[in-house]
């Protein structure tokens, strides 16, 4: 039955318009896909077929506050394979095994890994310069040498503590190296090329490099020369007295600006791997507590001259101990110091002169100012791995607690706590945030980013008290249990202490005390306050015998390295047959060798230069010294 034109037509019109709604639909997603997700597939294609070759950005170096360099990278290339470009697997393990000194089969084992791209861990990481370029000379199909850093150390383990340490993979481990590895870290570049998805490399794709972005360089408040100095007297005492362990920490008192800080044993920050986990990861001066000893008997005196409890003119009768609650409580000294002035009783630490201050305090006073001076919290130095230190609850301090507590026996603290909390105490009373970092600078251009300012955190005693507090302290030095850190010129005050120190059982140690000094100088204006602490030292165990002596060369050294001018006028020091003599050094200028030898056949002189007559000579004439103190001199003729 033929089929009616009209309904052919129809039949073809439908057709044509459903050809042409296809057509339309087509034409439109193809133009949705060019024009709106083009570059959205481009991008997933490229991801698909690129293959990124990644290399560390420089790490920021780590200068100390007078622009020395402490830490910084140096250029190390690591050794990557792209397993699939690999044509010789045998040949290309035995020519790298034979350059990076490995093993062939754990070399073929990583290079025929099913992997898109390997490292060659760990025989291929950090390489030498040298090598490195024997193996880019060899030109092996799927070998590439990358770009890669080390950290390095050049002052081996100055300040190891602080500074801590980086990995393998440019990250910051311990240290101001963890404390500030975001900034100091920096961004990684790459190197990126086409490859199938076999991993060969695309004919005709060429390379893009996106480079690196180095980090910020850390200035930090420590001072090398000080760190030094501090270091090598902390090696003699470790080598004198055969301690378990020693720490010290210098401060700017009027900023709380860290100069130096470390700890004995230590270890070398490039080398950490082959150092024992416990040295390097407990940094003492911030991590270790401890009772106290006199010296935090400072923090006694200044809570009771603040409050007027006390006129260190005021007389005081020490029979060698004082009862509290049926405690007898001892002093130091066998049949005690007899009659004394306050005064007195701070130069020969007097335990029961202090336990007499802490009761007219009493528990609540006492308490307000120890915490306030900053004990029982962290001080907010910027390291890890601080102590809070531990002091009695309220409601458990007794009258035998209240005393002990006077004299730094029953309560616990950091070394950073104490230094921080006498800086209060001497800088004219206000408590100091320590801090390590001083700023940060560009890498490129070397111009200061970001420059951290001294931290106030609260006022703890009036200038007033402050300046009985230090001249009480140079009484200490001059004339009592301190009298070993006495330097001419320098006005040096201090306060030894000798802690007992606590055994597993609970029990105090016989025969094994913590011994330490605190020092400070230039009494009239500090601008340096010095801790020492040495852990168990063998043979004599008192803080004026062991720590003083250290803490006066630190003082000594940094303070002439300061360009700190002497004083002229300062408290005259007493000598006892324990206390070195001190003499003023004769004026030899002008004078004839041949007329030295005969008259001062006691005096030690070392002389340098040719000629008769001596025209220069140190110390200068009229410094006080310790007596057998040698003077140099300097040969010349008129």
Not at 90 to 106: D, G, N, Q, W
Not at 167 to 179: F, K, M, R, T, Y
Not at 421 to 429: K, L, M
Request: hydrophobic residues 35%; contains cysteine; charged residues 25%.
């Amino acid at each position: 039955m033929p089929v009616p034109g009209n309904l052919v037509r129809k039949r073809l019109f439908i057709a044509l318009v459903v050809g042409l709604l296809l057509f339309v639909g087509l034409l439109t997603r193809l133009g949705y896909v060019q024009l709106v997700q083009g570059k959205w597939l481009n991008e997933k294609a490229q991801d698909l077929w690129t293959r990124d070759i990644p290399f560390e950005g420089k790490r920021g170096r780590i200068l100390d506050r007078n622009g020395e360099v402490l830490a910084y990278n140096v250029s190390s290339p690591s050794v990557l394979a792209i397993p699939a470009q690999i044509k010789d697997p045998s040949r290309t393990a035995r020519e790298l095994a034979r350059i990076l000194v490995a093993p062939e089969e754990k070399i073929y084992r990583q290079i025929t890994k099913r992997e898109l791209i390997v490292r060659l861990n760990p025989y291929g990481r950090k390489i030498s310069e040298d090598r490195a370029r024997a193996i880019q000379d060899l030109r092996l199909p799927g070998i590439t040498v990358a770009e890669d850093n080390k950290r390095h150390y050049p002052l081996g383990s100055l300040a190891a503590h602080v500074l801590g340490f980086a990995g393998i993979d440019n990250q910051g481990l311990a240290g101001l190296e963890l404390i500030y590895d975001e900034k100091l870290r920096g961004t990684k570049g790459r190197v990126s090329f086409g490859a199938n998805a076999k991993g060969e490399r695309l004919p005709g794709s060429d390379d893009q490099y996106t480079p690196s972005e180095d980090g910020m360089d850390l200035v930090l408040t420590l001072d090398k020369n000080v760190q030094a100095i501090m270091e090598r007297e902390m090696d003699q005492a470790m080598a004198q007295y055969e301690p378990d362990n020693v720490l010290a920490i210098a401060m700017d008192p009027k900023t709380g600006e860290i100069l130096g800080m470390g700890s004995r044993p230590t270890f070398e920050p490039a080398n950490f791997r082959n150092a024992d986990p416990e040295v390097y990861n407990r940094n003492l001066p911030i991590w270790r507590t401890y009772e106290p000893g006199s010296t935090f008997k400072i923090i006694t005196l200044a809570a009771a001259l603040e409050e007027n409890k006390v006129n260190l003119k005021e007389g005081f009768h020490d029979p060698g101990y004082i009862k509290v609650a049926g405690a007898r409580l001892r002093c130091w000294k066998h049949g005690g110091h007899g009659s004394q002035s306050f005064l007195e009783v701070v130069e020969n630490s007097c335990n029961p002169g202090f336990v007499t201050l802490g009761q007219r305090l009493g528990k609540e006073k006492l308490f307000q100012y120890i915490h306030k001076f900053g004990f029982g919290e962290k001080t907010g130095i910027d390291l890890s791995g601080e102590a809070k230190g531990i002091l009695f609850k309220p409601k458990k301090v007794g009258p035998v607690e209240l005393a002990t507590t006077s004299f730094g026996q029953g309560v616990s603290v950091t070394p950073i706590q104490q230094v921080t909390a006498v800086a209060a105490a001497v800088n004219g009373g206000r408590l100091m945030e320590p801090r390590l970092q001083k700023g940060w600078k560009d890498p490129e251009s070397g111009a200061v980013v970001k420059k951290t300012e001294p931290k106030v955190k609260r006022r703890v005693i009036s200038e007033e008290t402050s300046a009985q507090v230090r001249s009480s302290l140079e009484s200490v030095v001059a004339k009592g249990t301190g009298r070993r850190a006495f330097i001419d010129g320098y006005r040096v005050g201090g306060k030894t202490g000798t802690a007992q120190k606590v055994g597993p059982d609970g029990r105090y140690l016989r025969n094994n005390h913590i011994v330490s000094f605190i020092g400070v100088a230039p009494m009239d204006d500090p601008e340096i306050v010095v801790y020492v602490a040495v852990d168990n030292p063998k043979g004599i165990q008192f803080g004026g015998v062991v720590a003083a002596p250290i803490v006066r060369n630190i003082l000594h050294d940094s303070l002439r390295y300061m360009k700190v001018e002497k004083r002229k006028k300062q408290i005259p020091p007493e000598t006892t047959p324990l206390t070195e003599t001190y003499v003023k050094v004769p004026d030899l200028i002008g004078e004839e060798i041949s007329d030295l030898r005969n008259s001062l056949y006691d005096t030690p002189l070392q002389a340098s230069g040719k000629g008769k007559m001596v025209i220069n000579q140190a110390p200068k004439p009229g410094e006080r010294v310790k007596k057998g103190t040698p003077i140099r001199i300097y040969l010349g003729d008129k």
